[in-house]
């Protein structure tokens, strides 16, 4: 009982905690997905949000960064079918290859440049046709279809038609987003913000020593969207490497018997506790969902003017973060979080993801 009292207590801290607007916060989510990674998560959390009237959901489109196109369409369409928001929630296909970055160079940059930690991308596997695609842990989706409508066009009209409105949370490369501002530059002015979870600017990159795996894959267009004049907000590895899940946190979230704690059971998360009950797993994205709808989640931000190596050599890839004065006209300041409510963020994740899905909306 007093378990289940604390729980209640803590998801109504959690709501209460949720800014109150005027405007529910129109949103594209715009993603490399994974099942139960970062990607996934993200996707669970912002459906329950979505229910309870946090955000308004416009779409997930689709990126190739974790992983190519193909086989993340595949898992983001089960994944907003087991949530209970295919209905609701169209999923709409993006670019599957980097604008200037060739996957075939990724053996010779591997060699030349070293790489960081484990982040190895779509380019280190072959291009799989629909006959090799892995069906999610429980199965491949049987009702939700993709939309006909590409990412690019559905960034384009959805920010046309919701002038000042729509939020990016960007959590993959920005390739989606790099192409629309180029075919359609009249919708720049009309975004109402971009989030990323992108970069490392005084920490070492995970993909390689220099740089972050989301920019990394698309450099070019990250400098693109970057350099563009939209409010921006960066989370970048130096807050995300030092807000880690733990097992106390992990076990909570596995608590009970749904479908998604069944994924979470049965995840790479759970391996790594599994062989070492002091390890930290890093939940990137998830970060930058918290942000986009509190930023009071993010206890310590710098605001820097911010660009791109796209050099090719070792740094190709690295977020250059300046401190003092604008080094050229073309570059814009940004914010770049630093430190988070770790607890406060947490109790979040957690209430999220302890809440039944699929999801039962009100007819």
Request: proline share 6%; charged share 25%.
């Amino acid at each position: 009982m007093k378990r289940i009292l604390a729980a209640v207590c803590i998801a109504a801290s959690t709501l209460l905690a949720l800014p109150a607007q005027a405007d529910t916060e129109k949103m594209i989510i715009d993603t490399d997905f994974s099942t139960i990674g970062d990607d996934g998560q993200v996707l669970i959390m912002a459906a329950q949000l979505y229910k309870q009237g946090a955000i308004d959901l416009l779409g997930v489109t689709v990126v190739t960064g974790n992983n190519w196109l193909k086989q993340e369409v595949a898992d983001a369409l089960r994944a907003v079918e087991r949530l209970g928001i295919e209905d609701k929630v169209g999923v709409y296909a993006g670019a599957n290859l980097p604008l200037v970055h060739d996957p075939r160079s990724f053996e010779s940059e591997r060699a030349l440049f070293g790489f960081g930690e484990s982040y190895k991308t779509a380019f280190h596997r072959p291009e799989p046709t629909e006959k090799d695609l892995i069906a999610p842990p429980d199965g491949f989706a049987k009702k939700a279809k993709l939309e006909k409508e590409d990412a690019v066009d559905f960034i384009v009209n959805t920010v046309k038609a919701n002038p000042n409105e729509v939020t990016l949370l960007v959590i993959g490369p920005v390739t989606n987003v790099a192409l629309a501002i180029r075919k359609n530059p009249e919708i720049v002015p009309l975004i109402k913000r971009i989030v990323y979870m992108a970069g490392a600017v005084d920490v070492k990159g995970n993909t390689t020593p220099a740089a972050e795996m989301n920019v990394w894959v698309d450099p070019e267009a990250a400098r693109i969207v970057m350099r563009a004049p939209i409010e921006q907000a960066m989370i970048p590895l130096d807050v995300t490497d030092i807000t880690q899940l733990d097992k106390e946190t992990f076990d909570r979230v596995i608590a009970g018997d749904g479908p998604v704690q069944k994924l979470f059971a049965d995840s790479w998360m759970a391996e790594t506790f599994a062989k070492d009950p002091k390890a930290g797993a890093s939940v990137f994205d998830t970060l930058a969902l918290a942000y986009a709808i509190d930023p009071s989640y993010a206890t310590k931000v710098d605001d820097l003017y911010m660009d791109v190596d796209i050099a090719f050599g070792p740094g190709y890839g690295r977020t250059l973060g300046y401190w003092q004065k604008q080094p050229t006209p073309l570059l814009q300041k940004m914010k770049v979080v630093k430190e988070f409510d770790k607890k406060r963020f947490f109790d979040l994740y957690v209430d999220l993801m302890q809440r039944p899905v699929p999801i039962k909306f009100e007819k």
